[in-house]
Antibody
Framework: QVQLVQSGAEVKKPGSSVKVSCKTSGGTFSSSPFNWVRQAPGQGLEWMGRIIPVFRSANYAQRFQGRVTIIADESTRTVYLELSSLRSEDTAMYFC??????????WGQGTMVTVSS | SYELTQPPSVSVSPGQTASITCSGDKLENKYVCWYQQKPGQSPVLLIYQDTMRPSGIPERFSGSNSGNTATLTISGTQAMDEADYYCQTWDNTYVVFGGGTKLTVL
């Protein structure tokens, strides 16, 4: 059974970058799709991007283009989300999730990122 | 860009049937799935490919998709079903979520 364990909470200054990790166990890592979804406090879910490790390149939601990078490290079975030029509006819970049959079937526990001066 | 529209809130009495809608242009041509999210928890997949239920999801949860509207139906609603519900689909290689519906059981 696939499990996703994310890194701990982060507090960042505006203008800086954050890197959140999602370590996987079980399943076939290289051919599995991994997504990042965020949720601002009291708000809905927002998809940020997706990677399939064997293909290396990720696709990103248009509103994050140029500011987000998703990479996969097959040696550690870990997927990373890096978001740059942080602003207060990026304060949110960030989730990783796998997808199968067009649905997000397994989710990580979430990582809270707070952007504050 | 593609958009999915959900009502912000729905109320239902215990034991009754709750229906949560999700609207989008020609939505019937896309697969829709539904998630339940309780406070402080990660979302849980309830329905995928319009009507399919993952193992472990109670039979009282069902889905449909026709025309421009997908519907999540909860039969015999229980107090534990009080949560936020999100629909989701794909627009080419991009993922789209609805804005979410808060279900109140009262």
């Amino acid at each position: 059974q696939v499990q996703l364990v994310q890194s701990g909470a982060e507090v960042k200054k505006p203008g800086s970058s954050v890197k959140v990790s999602c370590k996987t166990s079980g399943g076939t890592f290289s051919s599995s799709p991994f997504n990042w979804v965020r949720q601002a406090p009291g708000q809905g879910l927002e998809w940020m991007g997706r990677i399939i490790p064997v293909f290396r390149s990720a696709n990103y939601a248009q509103r994050f283009q140029g500011r987000v990078t998703i990479i996969a490290d097959e040696s550690t079975r870990t997927v990373y989300l890096e978001l740059s030029s942080l602003r207060s509006e990026d304060t949110a819970m960030y989730f990783c999730a796998t997808d199968r049959a067009f649905a997000f079937d397994i989710w990580g526990q979430g990582t809270m990122v707070t952007v504050s001066s | 860009s593609y958009e999915l529209t959900q009502p912000p809130s729905v109320s239902v009495s215990p034991g009754q049937t709750a229906s949560i809608t999700c609207s989008g242009d020609k939505l019937e041509n896309k697969y829709v799935c539904w998630y339940q999210q309780k406070p402080g928890q990660s979302p849980v997949l309830l329905i995928y490919q319009d009507t399919m239920r993952p193992s472990g999801i109670p039979e009282r949860f069902s889905g449909s998709n026709s025309g421009n509207t997908a519907t999540l139906t909860i039969s015999g609603t229980q107090a534990m079903d009080e949560a936020d519900y999100y629909c989701q689909t794909w627009d080419n290689t991009y993922v789209v979520f609805g804005g979410g519906t808060k279900l109140t059981v009262l």
